[in-house]
């Protein structure tokens, strides 16, 4: 499964960004995630969507200002980023998981694409 995420970019604090990822069709019934690593952290769950759309999780830091939605006909899920903070700063990862039900554990992710970088300027 090849994932490409885009939509990576500098972006103020408070502002708006969106980032997408294509996948392939075999991975239509699996969930997706997003994730995220700043400059010398660990790769941290961002959130998540079950393979229907229908379930959503979300990072306590990202609850109520990102949305995580998907369109499968098109092969894509998306992050909509809201109010975005200075510490949002970090490359995004798009991810399939080996389950069709939302989930936050990292292990459970088997295909990563390559990052897209979002920086916020304060």
């Known amino acids: 499964v090849q994932l490409q995420a885009s939509g990576g970019g500098l972006v103020q604090a408070g502002g708006s960004l969106r980032l997408s990822c294509v996948f392939g069709r075999t991975a239509s019934n699996n969930a997706l995630g997003w994730f995220r690593q700043a400059p010398g952290q660990e790769r941290q769950f961002v959130a998540t969507?079950?393979?229907?759309?229908?379930?959503?999780n979300y990072a306590d830091s990202v609850k109520g200002r990102f949305t995580i939605s998907r369109d499968n006909a098109k092969n894509t899920v998306y992050l909509q980023m809201d109010s975005v903070k200075p510490e949002d700063t970090a490359v995004y990862y798009c991810?399939?998981?080996?389950?069709?039900?939302?989930?936050?554990?990292?292990?459970?992710?088997?295909?990563w694409g390559r990052g897209t970088l979002v920086t916020v300027s304060s």
């Open positions: 969507i079950s393979w229907r759309g229908g379930n959503t």
């Open positions: 991810a399939v998981s080996r389950h069709s039900e939302a989930t936050s554990r990292v292990e459970y992710y088997r295909y």
